[in-house]
C-alpha cells in the first residue's frame, strides 16, 4: 500500500516544492512542531519561524520558513510562506542578512503581542541557524 503524501510549498512568488512520495513532514505550528503523516486529520494552522523537515524513504529536505500557513486535507499539504530557505543552500550571506532582519523586527515599536512573540522566535531560529551552519 502507498502510504505517502503530497506536499507543496509555494511562496507569493513561486513555487518551491512539489512532491508526492513523501513519508512524513514536520512543520512548527504556531503552538508547537506538528508532525504529519498519511491520513492524518484535517488541519489548518499558522507557522512561527522554525525548520521544515520533509521526509521521503531515502531523503530528508529541510527549509527555514519565517512564517506561514499550513493546510493538511486528502492527504496533501500545502504551506504558505511568505519567505522560506532551503537548509542545504543556505550561506552565511544569507544568515547575517536573516540576522539583521532579526534585530529590526525585535527593535520595532507598537508591536502587538503577537508581533512580539514571532520576532522573538524569528531571533531564536536563526541563531539556531547560526549554531547549526
Same mark, same amino acid.
Given at each position: 500500500?502507498?502510504?505517502?503524501? #503530497?506536499?507543496?510549498? /509555494?511562496? !507569493?512568488?513561486?513555487? *518551491? ?6 513519508? @512524513?513532514?514536520?512543520? !512548527?505550528?504556531?503552538?508547537? &512542531?506538528?508532525?504529519? +503523516? ?9 507557522? %512561527? !519561524? ?9 531523503? &530528508? ?8 500557513? /499550513? ?8 504551506? +504558505? ?5 532551503? +537548509? ?8 547575517? #542578512? +536573516? %540576522? #539583521?532582519? @532579526?534585530?529590526?523586527?525585535? #527593535? ?7 508581533? *512580539? ?13 547560526? @549554531?547549526?551552519?
Amino acid at each position: 500500500m502507498n502510504e505517502t503524501i #503530497q506536499v507543496d510549498i /509555494v511562496t !507569493p512568488e513561486k513555487k *518551491i516544492f512539489s512532491e508526492n512520495d513523501i513519508v @512524513s513532514v514536520t512543520v !512548527p505550528g504556531i503552538e508547537g &512542531e506538528m508532525g504529519i +503523516l498519511y491520513n492524518h486529520i484535517p488541519v489548518i494552522s499558522f507557522l %512561527k !519561524p522554525g525548520t521544515i523537515n520533509i521526509e521521503t524513504k531515502n531523503k &530528508e529536505t529541510k527549509f527555514f520558513i519565517a512564517d506561514g500557513v /499550513v493546510e493538511f486535507n486528502n492527504n496533501t499539504v500545502t504551506i +504558505l510562506a511568505s519567505e522560506i530557505y532551503d +537548509l542545504a543552500t543556505i550561506n552565511d550571506f544569507t544568515i547575517d #542578512q +536573516l %540576522k #539583521q532582519k @532579526s534585530k529590526e523586527k525585535i #527593535q520595532k515599536e507598537n508591536q502587538s503581542d503577537n508581533d *512580539i512573540f514571532l520576532a522573538g522566535k524569528f531571533e531564536e531560529e536563526i541563531n539556531r541557524l547560526t @549554531s547549526v551552519k
